[in-house]
């Protein structure tokens, strides 16, 4: 902690409204700090470990004197910081609500050594909210300050995101003018899979639950269909694998006059138009032995990211959000 005090001493104070100094970079209007790419993060104010705040970029809504301490892309262990001043403005967010393919690994222990490169679209959705982007969503976003907050978590269907009480915290947290975007399905169909599974009434259920309790504390939900797994191909086409699933969040959006993003269909078109050999090793988790720490027999996973694909979901979901 002495190391990290020292390096907070050395940071000269500005009296711009958001500047950083000593490495950290700064998306000003957003109030957003962004440290260098790396493996791993953990942030700190004023000497002290903010909780839970161990991914690339960190929202700050109050002044002071920040750090990050990360692993950079050749496992060297780094520290920048700088230090602050925000005005009053408020900062919106947007939350993420769903399972795997839209997590944040990051959040897990040993992300380096024994996750990546899973990747999920969440995990790479601050990027398209920085202030140069924003006017691209001012439909939806009537804000210059938006910092995601990423809630999905794997292997969650939407009844076992309730009864965690993983909403629960999420709706407690919910402000005016906040976005929720919800996208579940892959863990609600999986019939083998009892402690998970959810019949698709029970699935369009648990979706207006989320939708009018949001919508109950100001904010502004959208309900996404599934993004497309890898699978199946026919005569070089992609088609969709969730069954009923994604029509049933379509009903509940015409049921509940919400805005959908039909992500299953722009996921297949798209898939559909990079091809499947590039799609299958760029974008899902199929690679070779012996390229990652943490799969010395290689990767065969047509449902999760890498974080090419991630991204590519990822600009789907916002150049959706742009025309809504």
């Not at 439909?139 to 907050?149: E, G, T, W």
């Not at 629960?168 to 402000?175: D, P, R």
């Not at 191909?233 to 069954?243: M, Q, T």
Request: charged share 25%.
């Amino acid at each position: 902690m002495k190391s990290l005090l020292t390096f907070f001493l050395l940071i000269l104070f500005s009296a711009a409204s958001l500047v950083a100094e000593s490495g950290i970079a700064v998306d000003a209007k957003a109030k957003m700090l962004v440290a260098t790419a790396g493996i791993d993060y953990q942030w700190y104010r004023d000497g002290k470990v903010v909780a839970g705040e161990i991914g690339q970029t960190l929202g700050v809504s109050e002044s002071g004197i920040y750090a990050v301490a990360y692993t950079d892309v050749c496992g060297r262990r780094k520290l920048q910081n700088a230090r602050v001043e925000v005005s009053g403005t408020k900062i919106v967010k947007v939350y993420l609500i769903g399972d795997s393919t839209m997590a944040d690994y990051t959040l897990d222990a040993d992300y380096k050594a024994k996750r990546f490169p899973i990747t999920g679209w969440g995990q790479v959705f601050q990027a398209f909210m920085s202030s140069d982007s924003l006017f691209k969503v001012r439909n939806i976003l009537k804000a210059d300050s938006v910092v995601v907050v990423d809630k999905a978590r794997g292997g969650r269907s939407t009844r076992t995101f309730f009864e965690e009480g993983r909403w629960s915290e999420v709706c407690k947290s919910l402000e005016a003018n906040d976005l929720v975007l919800i996208q579940f399905g892959h863990n609600d169909a999986a019939k083998d899979k009892p402690e998970r599974y959810v019949n698709v009434e029970g699935y369009k259920e648990y979706l207006r639950l989320f939708v009018n309790q949001a919508r109950e504390k100001g904010a502004v939900p959208i309900l996404l269909t599934p993004v497309n797994r890898n699978y199946p191909w026919a005569d070089g086409k992609l088609s969709n694998v969730h069954g009923e699933y994604p029509d049933a969040v379509k009903q509940v959006a015409k049921e509940l006059n919400v805005q959908i993003i039909d992500l299953t269909q722009l996921s297949i078109d798209f898939f559909t138009l990079k091809g499947q050999e590039y799609v299958s090793s760029h974008y899902f988790m199929n690679f070779a032995a012996g390229l990652y720490e943490g799969y010395p027999n290689g990767g065969k996973d047509n449902t999760h990211f890498q974080p090419e694909g991630a991204v590519e979901v990822a600009r789907l979901v916002f150049q959706a959000m742009a025309g809504l």
